[in-house]
């Protein structure tokens, strides 16, 4: 049976996914979604962005291509709800749907400040907002750094206001302080700033402000930045942040060492006023002179009532005159005993000398030798005699060790002999069992090995033939004429030569082979 032909037509795979690529763009030209990021994982190699917008019942692909994703205000994070603007359109690869994302920006404040809340919670436990971090300005800097858009008004003020106060030389390092990049550009000025050595040919600023006019939540966002949060914490120069207004924060604020209200409040903060510092130099001298004077006045009164309660010079030297006389006195006579002392010791060490003469020393010596000379001949006899005793004793005592120990050779001798005597009595029988052991097993292998030689069957009339090469020959058609032959009988080995040209076939199973005529034992050829 045949199937029925269809009306329909047929497509592609390609020219289906066009056509819903065309319905679905002319349906859906323009969108506004709302949703959640998910899947967000930064710019891909191409620069473009890949991610997905979901809710709680569905989700939907998207896709920012790099030159949009650079006009974004807000860098986009996994969790944050987000507003997208674009075209729908499918990915026929994937044969899925997805959102051209043009424009993007958070759904209202309230989730930037969740987001803003969060990353301050993050950096507050690193400990980049310590208090016992924060530095102290410089009272009089010489140089001032300023990271701060070059057209904008905050930089006139900002000079203006310096001038006025106290003129101080200004580095301005320019940057965008709005729109995607402004970070970037932002912490890259702080570790420029930071970077400048002592042999460069700028000259390194004592103090950094970082100033920023008003604005939104979302125009002050590149200070909420984590870049440029890092890089403020890491700089060694102090740094005040003047973002905004009185009322506007940033997670700057925190991180800085001063904070500002207003970027005017800044240069009033690192700057004192001249003419204030003058006035008050001026007067601060003018006190000091005083001073000075009312002090010199009072040690001058000070010096005459001491003046006058001193007595007079001829009195105050009366009594060290007397103790000076009283004191030499004691100090010649103090003298002369230590004079008597040091006669009275030299005279014993002249005493002393005298008897440790070398002439006196030898006299000693002399007269010691001639005493021990005289004292030698009875103390050599002495030793003699001492050494023959000695030597008498020593001979009794080996005399009487070596009988001793011939008496336990003696003794260890005999018990030895009586132990060799048992020990042969009981070795000869055993010997004797063990050879009649190995003679009975001898035999037994000698039977076995018997029972299973090739000789035993030789012996019962066979006989073993091989060829030139020493191999076996098991039939009469393997043997050729004039092949040499070997037979090996039960009592010995004989040579044969075939004589036939071909070998007889095998004779059947009931043939019996004829015995030689003579009854010898010599079987003859086989041929």
């Known amino acids: 049976m045949n199937d029925a032909v ?11 996914a066009g056509a819903l690529k065309r319905t679905i763009e002319d349906a859906f030209g323009q969108v506004r979604l709302r949703g959640e990021i998910s899947g967000y994982r930064g710019p891909h190699s191409s620069g473009h962005v890949y991610f997905s917008l979901k809710d709680q019942n569905a989700k939907i692909d998207a896709v920012i291509w790099k030159g949009v994703f650079s006009r974004i205000k807000f860098r986009p994070e996994d969790g944050l709800e987000v507003i997208a603007t674009g075209r729908i359109t499918t990915f026929p690869g994937k044969s899925s749907y997805q959102i051209i994302v043009e424009q993007m920006e958070p759904a209202g404040a309230g989730a930037l400040m969740a987001l803003l809340e969060e990353r301050r919670r993050k950096l507050q436990a690193e400990g980049l907002f310590d208090s016992d971090r924060k530095r102290k300005l410089p009272f009089l800097p010489r140089v001032i750094g300023i990271v701060t858009s070059p057209t904008g008004a905050v930089i006139r003020d900002m000079i203006h206001r310096l001038s006025d106060r106290f003129p101080r030389e200004v580095l301005v390092w320019p940057v965008r302080v709005q729109g995607e990049g402004s970070a970037a550009e932002v912490a890259a000025a702080i570790r420029g700033f930071d ?4 042999e460069d040919d700028l000259p390194r600023p004592d103090v950094l402000v970082v100033a920023r006019g008003g604005g939104s939540l979302e ?3 590149s200070f909420n930045e984590e870049i440029v949060i890092r890089a403020a914490a890491e700089c060694s120069i102090p740094l005040v942040s003047a973002i905004g207004h009185e009322t ?3 997670l700057l604020d925190l991180v800085a060492d001063i904070r500002a209200p207003t970027p005017t409040a800044a240069a009033e903060m690192i700057v004192p006023v001249r003419a204030e510092l003058l006035a008050n130099t001026r007067a601060g001298g003018a006190r000091l002179a005083g001073a000075m004077a009312r002090l010199q006045e009072r040690r001058r009164r000070e010096l005459l009532h001491l003046a006058r309660a001193l007595p007079a010079p001829e009195r105050a030297l009366e009594g060290p005159r007397q103790r000076l006389d009283r004191a030499s006195l004691k100090g010649e006579a103090a003298l002369r005993a230590a004079l008597d002392r040091r006669k009275l010791a030299l005279a014993t060490l002249t005493r002393r000398l005298g008897v440790r003469r070398p002439e006196a020393q030898l006299a000693r010596i002399r007269e010691r030798m001639e005493g021990l000379g005289a004292r030698l001949p009875a103390l050599a006899k002495r030793r003699h005699e001492q050494a023959r005793r000695d030597f008498s004793e020593m001979e009794k005592r080996l005399v009487r060790a070596f009988a001793a120990r011939l008496q336990l050779a003696k003794r260890d001798h005999a018990r030895q002999g009586g132990d060799y005597s048992a020990l042969s009595r009981r070795l000869i029988p055993a010997f004797h069992a063990a050879l009649e052991r190995r003679k009975r097993a001898l035999g037994a292998q000698g039977q076995l090995l018997a029972s299973l030689s090739y000789r035993s069957v030789l012996a019962r009339g066979y006989a073993l033939v091989r060829d030139g090469e020493g191999k076996v020959v098991r039939q009469a058609r393997d043997v050729g004429a004039g092949m040499a032959l070997s037979i090996r009988f039960s009592d010995g080995e004989i040579a044969a030569e075939a004589r036939d040209g071909a070998a007889s076939p095998a004779r059947p ?4 082979p004829s015995r030689p005529r003579d009854g010898g034992g010599n079987q003859g050829s086989l041929f």
């Open 195 to 198: 970077a400048i050595g002592e």
């Open 248 to 250: 506007d924060w940033t």
């Open 509 to 512: 199973a009931s043939a019996k």
């Open 6 to 16: 269809s009306n329909t037509p047929e497509l592609s795979v390609s020219d289906l």
């Open 219 to 221: 125009d002050l966002w």
